[in-house]
C-alpha cells in the first residue's frame, strides 16, 4: 500500500524497489534521464509511457495514478468521529449524575500535559480525550440546567480549557471544521464563565484556527483587538503580559504568512519580544508557551518563510529548547531547521534532522504535511544511500 496522495514519480520509484533506474528504463523503451526526470517529478509520463512502467512493474496503471480518487470505504470509527460526536452531544443522559468539576479539572490538566509532552501524545489523546469530552458536555449542560453559581462557574472554566486541547488536537488531526467548532466552545464557555484570562486564552486559539483555515488577515486582526483587550483586563500583571505577548505572536504569523516579512518582524521586536522578557519560559500561561524561547522559535520561523536561510539557521544555532514545557514546540523547531537545510539542499542534514524528529515525536513526524514533503524530496533528489534511508523512514511513518 502507498499513501493515496502520493505523487506519480514517487510511486515509481516505490514499486521499482531495489530493480535498477537504467535497466526499467530500457525494457520500457525510456532513457534513464527521462525516467529519472519522471520520478523527481520533473517530467509527467503519457499514457503509454505510464502503461508501460506499470506493465514492467507488475502493477494495475491506476495504481502509478496519484489522482485516481480512493475507493469508497466505510468511515473509520477514529478518535476525531467519537470527538466529534461528544461535541454533538452524543454523551451520558441528562438524568445521569455529573462529573465534579474538580474531578474533571484534574483530567484536563493530565490531557493537557499528556498533549504538550508526550511523544505518543496522539495516541493517549484518542484514548483519552472522547470520553472526557462527553463528561464536561454532560457536565456543563447540567450546571446550565441548575446549580450553584460557583460550581457552575467552575465548571466552565474546565470546559474552556479542554475546548482549546480540542483546538489543538483537532487541528493537529486535519479536522479544521471540528477545531473551529472547539475553539468557538472554549469562547462561549470563558465569557459565561466571566474569566478574562480564558477569554484572551480563547481568542488566542482562534486565531490558531484561523490560520490553519488560511485566513491570515483574519487571525492578525482577530488577536491584535484581543490584545488590546487583555491590555486593561482584570487579572494579574504577569497573566495579562504573557497573554498579551501570545495574542502578538499570533498576529506575527499572520503577517509572516501574508509574507510581510518586515510587518512581522517590526511586530515581534517592539511588542512580543517585550513582554517574553518578562515573562519564563515555563509559566506555561494558558498553555501558550509563551517566553523568550517562543520569540526565538518565531524569529527562526519567519526567516524561514522568508527564505533566508543563513540567518534562519544561524538564528537555530544560538537556541536552547531544553527548558521548553511543549514537545510539539520542539519538534516544530526541528522541522523547521530541517525545512532551511532542504533550501540549502544539505540532504544529509535533512535526513538528520528527521531522523532525530522520529526518535523524539514519530507520531507529530508521520501526521505534518511539511515533514512528509521534506522526507519525499530526500527520496527524490539525495544520493542514493540517503535516498534508501528516506524511503525506509517514509515506510515507518505510513508514507508508502
Given at each position: 500500500m502507498v499513501a493515496a496522495d502520493l505523487p506519480i514519480g514517487d510511486r515509481i520509484r516505490h514499486y521499482r524497489g531495489g530493480r535498477r533506474q537504467d535497466a526499467v528504463a530500457g525494457l520500457v523503451g525510456i532513457s534513464p534521464d527521462y525516467l529519472s526526470q519522471i520520478e523527481r517529478g520533473l517530467k509527467v509520463p503519457s499514457l503509454p509511457i505510464l502503461y508501460a512502467l506499470a506493465q514492467e512493474l507488475g502493477?494495475?496503471?491506476?495504481?502509478?495514478?496519484?489522482?485516481?480518487?480512493?475507493?469508497?470505504?466505510?468511515?473509520?470509527?477514529?478518535?476525531?468521529?467519537?470527538?466529534?460526536?461528544?461535541?454533538?452531544?452524543?454523551?451520558?443522559?441528562?438524568?445521569?449524575?455529573?462529573?465534579?468539576?474538580?474531578?474533571l479539572r484534574d483530567r484536563v490538566e493530565a490531557a493537557w500535559q499528556s498533549w504538550q509532552t508526550a511523544g505518543d501524545r496522539?495516541?493517549?489523546?484518542?484514548?483519552?480525550?472522547?470520553?472526557?469530552?462527553?463528561?464536561?458536555?454532560h457536565a456543563v449542560?447540567?450546571?446550565?440546567?441548575?446549580?450553584?453559581?460557583?460550581?457552575?462557574?467552575?465548571?466552565?472554566?474546565?470546559?474552556?480549557?479542554?475546548?482549546?486541547?480540542?483546538?489543538?488536537?483537532?487541528?493537529r488531526s486535519g479536522r479544521v471544521d471540528l477545531a473551529t467548532i472547539a475553539a468557538d466552545r472554549a469562547m462561549r464557555a470563558a465569557e459565561d464563565a466571566d474569566d478574562p484570562l480564558r477569554m484572551a486564552t480563547a481568542q488566542w486559539n482562534l486565531g490558531h484556527v484561523l490560520l490553519a483555515a488560511g485566513h491570515?488577515?483574519?487571525?492578525?486582526?482577530?488577536?491584535?483587538?484581543?490584545?488590546?483587550?487583555?491590555?486593561?483586563a482584570r487579572m494579574p500583571e504577569a497573566k495579562r503580559t504573557a497573554m498579551s505577548g501570545a495574542l502578538q505572536l499570533v498576529a506575527v504569523v499572520g503577517a509572516a504568512r501574508r509574507r510581510r516579512w518586515w510587518?512581522?518582524?517590526?511586530?515581534?521586536?517592539?511588542?512580543?519580544?517585550?513582554?517574553a522578557r518578562a515573562v519564563p519560559d515555563d509559566s506555561n500561561i494558558g498553555w501558550t508557551v509563551f517566553g523568550p524561547t517562543n520569540i526565538a522559535l518565531h524569529t527562526?520561523?519567519?526567516?524561514?518563510?522568508?527564505?533566508?536561510?543563513?540567518?534562519?539557521?544561524?538564528?537555530?544555532?544560538?537556541?536552547?529548547?531544553?527548558?521548553?514545557?511543549?514537545?510539539?514546540?520542539?519538534f516544530t523547531f526541528g522541522l523547521e531547521v530541517a525545512a532551511c537545510h532542504s533550501q540549502r539542499r544539505d540532504d544529509a542534514a535533512v535526513l538528520l534532522s528527521l531522523l532525530g524528529l522520529e526518535a523524539t515525536a514519530p507520531e507529530d513526524l508521520a501526521r505534518t504535511p511539511l515533514a512528509q514533503q521534506l522526507v519525499l524530496t530526500v527520496i527524490r533528489r539525495a544520493r542514493a544511500?540517503?535516498?534508501r534511508q528516506a524511503e525506509q523512514l517514509a515506510v515507518r511513518i505510513g508514507l508508502v
Open positions: 502493477v494495475p496503471t491506476a495504481a502509478l495514478l496519484s489522482e485516481q480518487p480512493p475507493t469508497e470505504e466505510e468511515p473509520a470509527d477514529t478518535a476525531e468521529a467519537a470527538v466529534g460526536r461528544a461535541l454533538l452531544g452524543y454523551g451520558p443522559p441528562l438524568s445521569t449524575q455529573p462529573t465534579t468539576a474538580v474531578e496522539f495516541t493517549k489523546a484518542a484514548q483519552t480525550l472522547p470520553a472526557l469530552v462527553a463528561d464536561i458536555e449542560r447540567a450546571a446550565r440546567a441548575g446549580t450553584t453559581p460557583a460550581e457552575r462557574r467552575s465548571v466552565l472554566r474546565v470546559a474552556a480549557d479542554l475546548y482549546c486541547l480540542l483546538r489543538s488536537y483537532l487541528r491570515p488577515a483574519e487571525a492578525e486582526e482577530l488577536t491584535l483587538r484581543a490584545a488590546e483587550d487583555v491590555a486593561v510587518e512581522a518582524r517590526d511586530r515581534l521586536v517592539r511588542h512580543a519580544a517585550p513582554a527562526l520561523s519567519i526567516e524561514m518563510e522568508a527564505g533566508e536561510t543563513g540567518e534562519a539557521l544561524h538564528t537555530a544555532d544560538a537556541i536552547d529548547i531544553s527548558g521548553l514545557p511543549s514537545l510539539e514546540r520542539e544511500m540517503h535516498a
